[in-house]
Every structure is written in C-alpha cells, then in structure tokens.
C-alpha cells in the first residue's frame, strides 16, 4: 500500500513571490506517477502537474514546476510569482503505473494563502 | 468536452433516508471513479470502474453503498440507511485510460440531519 504525507496545514506567501509545498511518499513500486491537484474552495479539483517516475527530468508547467528525488521519495511542488488565484488546497497525489490498484492516493494537503 | 458532470450538488437527508447520486463522465473516458472526501481531509479512493465492470472496492465501501455504471456511461453511488458519518463530499471523476490523469467534478456534497 501507498502512503503520501503532506506534513505541512497551512502555508502562506506573498503575491509575486516563490513557495515551495513539500510531499513525502512511501512505496514499493517502482514505476508510478506523482501529480498535484488544486481544489480552489467550494471548486472543482484541477490537475497541476504530472511527474513520471521514470523520467529523471522535473516537469514544469508554466510556473509550477516540481522536484522529484525518486531515492528520497520526496515530490515537491514550487509555484513561482504567485498569484491571488493560487489561493487552494494543494493535493499531492501517488499512482501507480502497473494497473493493479489503479486509483490515486492524496495526502492530506495543503491550505495556501496569498497575501496581496 | 464538457467536463465531468455530478448530480446533486448538495444532498441533506435525514439519517436513515436512501441516496443517490450520479456522475456523467466526459465523453470516452472508459475509467471512472469514486472518491469521499471529508472536511480538511485528502479525497480516498471508494471504487473504480472500467466500462461497466466494477474492477475494485476499498474496505471504505461497506454493504450500505453501492455504484454502479450500467452501459459504461454514467454511474450512480447510493448509500442505503445513511449514518451521521456519511457526511462527505462525494467526489467522480473519469479518465480515458488507465494510466491517463483523472479529470474530477464538482463533487456532491452529503449532509446528514
């Protein structure tokens, strides 16, 4: 069985500026996907960014981008000049790639405020 | 694509009262998915199905619940007897494949009196 750990509630950060929210997991696959989901407040849940176990390089979109270290099981999301419609839970989501247990696990995510 | 499409929105019922609710997934997408959601919590997984084929079921769903995907396209969740600890928002959402991202909807949300 997966597990996915957001240990941090709440984080906060000043528009135009870089946060970083932080992701551990545990597994015993070695082939999955990482992704991040955004749930805006009474919204619907959004896809941020996928990561492929496989591939080594961290994927970018826009101005999320991730940092993956596959041996240390760590998946960290960084959003760079951050705007007030970033404001949301951030989900850190695991999949594995090999179709038994087909389904995502989130961590408990995390609340982000953007401060104006 | 019109989006992953849950119905209701919202559902208040008294405890003891049956529910239903429904998920239309986006067009083609042959995995579709449940998932509760409890306040503050991270969604957890309930059940999958691959067309109309219930392929997996958490420990989560007890004999109360039940879904279903007749002809591969919607699907319906009913709760039967409803407890205090139903009270969730019930999340779908649909895939194209099996290792394609899930698109999720807007969720129905259960409030139980």
């Known amino acids: 069985a997966q597990t996915v750990t957001q240990s941090q509630p709440e984080m906060s950060v000043q528009e135009a500026e870089t946060v970083t929210l932080s992701c551990t997991y545990d597994t015993s696959e070695s082939d999955y996907y990482l992704f991040w989901y955004k749930q805006p407040p009474s919204r619907q849940m959004i896809l941020v960014i996928r990561q492929e176990a496989y591939k080594q390089q961290n994927a970018t979109e826009n101005r999320f981008s991730v940092n993956f270290q596959k041996a240390a099981k760590s998946f960290s999301l960084k959003i760079s000049d951050s705007q007030l419609g970033d404001a949301a839970m951030y989900f850190c989501?695991?999949?594995?790639?090999?179709?038994?247990?087909?389904?995502?696990?989130f961590g408990k995510g995390i609340t982000l405020s953007v401060r104006p | 694509d019109t989006g992953v499409s849950q119905d209701p929105r919202h559902k208040i019922t008294k405890r003891g009262q049956n529910v239903t609710f429904r998920c239309d997934p986006i067009?083609?997408?042959?995995?579709l998915y449940w998932y509760r959601q409890t306040l503050g919590q991270g969604p957890e997984f309930l059940t999958y199905?691959?067309?109309?084929?219930?392929?997996?079921k958490s420990r989560l769903l007890s004999d109360r619940f039940s879904a279903e995907r007749p002809k591969g396209s919607f699907s319906t969740l009913e709760i039967q007897r409803t407890e205090q600890g139903d009270s969730a928002m019930y999340l779908c959402?649909?895939?194209?494949?099996?290792?394609?991202?899930?698109?999720f909807g807007d969720g129905t949300r259960l409030s139980i009196l």
């Open positions: 199905f691959q067309n109309e084929a219930q392929l997996e």
């Open positions: 989501a695991f999949y594995p790639r090999t179709g038994a247990n087909s389904k995502l696990t």
């Open positions: 959402a649909s895939s194209l494949q099996v290792n394609q991202p899930q698109h």
């Open positions: 067009s083609e997408h042959n995995r």
